[in-house]
């Protein structure tokens, strides 16, 4: 796509970009893509924690959405529909998978990392650093460390986790409090400075070529699909 195109288009809403896939645009999905590739895969590497499983579970997300695009009616955020794909996705994969997360597993992940000393002065995030606190969320209950990657993270409001994970606004708080009291615990008895010089931008990122491979490997699978188009039997997202 063309520079200059991309700038437009980098311009344009959720629902305008959907509106022109669904005309006939096909490659401007990837600019979906683009906006949300981070998003799923902090949501997604919360409930499955498996690279490989996370990249498959992504590249499913966006084609099933792609598949179901005319069934967004715009009554509620393309992001949350979105992710709300991605995340019954990931469900199913731990439901097929039949395996259970091993909490005491990554808990003992964290004794791996040693200290550091560190000047008043660094405010620069070390990886070891962004590693402890990575492995610390991971050490969460799945509920907990996906309300809280999807809040503190992601930015995404009360209402909008509530619906993405089909659970009521109340739970999402009480979840949201929970994981960050247990996640202040466990940095404390690490005596670690992390969690208060860690950027959230740099936490569980997805870039490079992990991230060109999902939108390439996409746009192959739904290149040569019908494209979808809204018919009165449209179902409301």
């Not at 402890?132 to 809280?148: S, T």
């Amino acid at each position: 796509m063309p520079s200059n195109l991309d700038e437009v288009v980098s311009k344009l809403s959720d629902s305008e970009v959907v509106e022109r896939v669904l005309r006939g645009d096909t490659e401007l999905y990837q600019q979906i893509m683009r906006r949300y590739n981070r998003r799923l895969y902090r949501v997604t590497w919360a409930i499955v924690q498996d690279k490989d499983e996370v990249e498959d579970v992504i590249q499913e997300t966006y084609v099933r959405a792609y598949e179901h695009l005319a069934q967004f009616a715009g009554r509620a955020l393309f992001s949350t529909w979105l992710t709300k794909i991605a995340i019954h996705e990931a469900w199913g994969r731990m439901k097929r998978r039949n395996k259970q997360y091993d909490l005491d597993s990554t808990a003992a992940s964290l004794n791996k990392f040693r200290r550091t000393t560190e000047t008043p002065e660094d405010y620069v995030i070390s990886n070891e650093q962004r590693e402890v606190l990575e492995h610390a969320i991971n050490a969460l209950p799945e509920p907990q460390r996906a309300v809280l990657v999807m809040r503190s993270l992601e930015q995404m409001t009360v209402a909008e986790i509530a619906n993405c994970l089909d659970i009521t606004p109340q739970a999402v708080r009480m979840r949201f409090v929970r994981a960050r009291r247990t996640l202040r615990r466990a940095l404390d008895a690490r005596g670690n400075a992390a969690r208060s010089r860690t950027p959230e931008s740099e936490l569980f990122e997805f870039l490079g070529e992990r991230c060109a491979r999902v939108t390439a490997n996409v746009l192959l699978r739904i290149t040569g699909m019908v494209t979808p188009t809204r018919t009165a039997s449209t179902q409301a997202d």
